[in-house]
């Protein structure tokens, strides 16, 4: 009886250590398929990511691009440092025969556009033989047109936004709701006019007026170079240099842009290569692979949430 106890058990032990075995190979070619199929998505992203794009090589005499898209502020997509690495790439490119800047900008930090309009002033200086226009989508306002009147020429679209040539600082005044809430202000500074525009403090003239005398300072900044960059050809209207806006074919009337035209028209008509190469600096591959990721996930996410508010 003994006998036959310990011969099943024997048997039990065999069948569930190799059970055991089982599961632990089953285990690792799982792990190993799914490691594979990883790899494999991977391999496509970045084969759809813009590093392989076809037909993007740059031989051959072409048209140098360089996108100013969005705010102009440090760390930003239009901040000086990526704009001003594309222009010096696009330049210095032995087979660049002419470069555009395209601007779709509302404006942003003066000292970025400043940044940018004398690097533009620069390369024209040592590439005498290298034409940049400066060619305007959707809008070119403020430190967006600062940047643009740089340019040898500047295209537009009929309905392009141009203009709004001013400077603008914000601030608010909660005075008289703290009263009313019965709240008390309490700042120390060390320093007369350390807290300068409080919106909690009652307005100081004399802080205004030195406020306004230095947006007049950066305001005439402003219009200099637009004058340096438009000469002749800028017409001084009612308005031109206090913040107004025009639209491309008004703008063409006054002298802000110079003629109409798109990126293409200005590759093919006017520098003579059709062929456009994009010179704009692109965030580093993993930045771009985690944005796509997460746009995935974002889409993913609302097309499940519609799907539940349908049914």
């Known amino acids: 009886m003994s006998e036959d106890n310990n011969w099943e058990k024997d048997v039990l032990t065999s069948i569930a250590t190799e059970g055991l075995k089982e599961q632990k190979r089953a285990r690792r070619w799982g792990i190993f398929f799914k490691s594979l199929t990883f790899l494999y998505l991977f391999i496509i992203l970045i084969m759809l990511s813009s590093d ?15 996108e100013l898209k969005g705010v102009i502020a440090p760390g930003a997509e239009a901040s000086a440092d990526n704009v001003v690495s594309g222009l010096r790439s696009a330049f210095e490119d032995p087979d660049t025969a002419g470069v555009i800047l395209r601007v779709n900008s509302p404006g942003g930090s003066p000292v970025q556009s400043g940044y940018i309009y004398d690097e533009i002033l620069r390369l024209r200086e040592k590439y005498p033989d290298i034409p940049l226009y400066a060619v305007i989508s959707d809008i070119c306002a403020s430190g967006g047109y600062y940047v643009a009147s740089a340019a040898e020429k500047i295209y537009a679209d009929q309905a392009s936004i141009v203009g709004s040539i001013g400077v603008r600082m914000d601030n608010f005044g909660f005075v008289e709701a703290m009263k ?18 409080d919106p909690f403090a009652p307005e100081d003239k004399k802080i205004t007026k030195h406020m306004n005398s230095l947006l007049k300072s950066v305001h005439n900044q402003f219009i200099n170079a637009v004058k340096q960059g438009r000469g002749d050809r800028l017409k001084e209207v009612d308005g031109i240099f206090e913040g107004l806006i025009w639209t491309g074919d008004q703008s063409v009337e006054i002298g802000l842009v110079d003629e109409l035209g798109s990126s293409g028209y200005v590759a093919r008509e006017v520098i003579g290569e059709e062929k456009i190469i994009n010179f704009t600096m692109e965030p580093d591959f993993l930045e771009r692979f985690s944005k796509k990721i997460g746009a995935q996930i974002s889409s993913l996410l609302l097309e499940k949430e519609m799907n539940l508010q349908l049914r």
């Open 180 to 197: 009313k809430l019965g709240i008390e202000r309490r700042t120390l500074t060390a320093g007369k006019s350390k807290a300068l525009l």
């Open 52 to 66: 392989f794009k076809g037909g993007d090589t740059k031989s051959g005499k072409h048209t140098a691009l360089v």
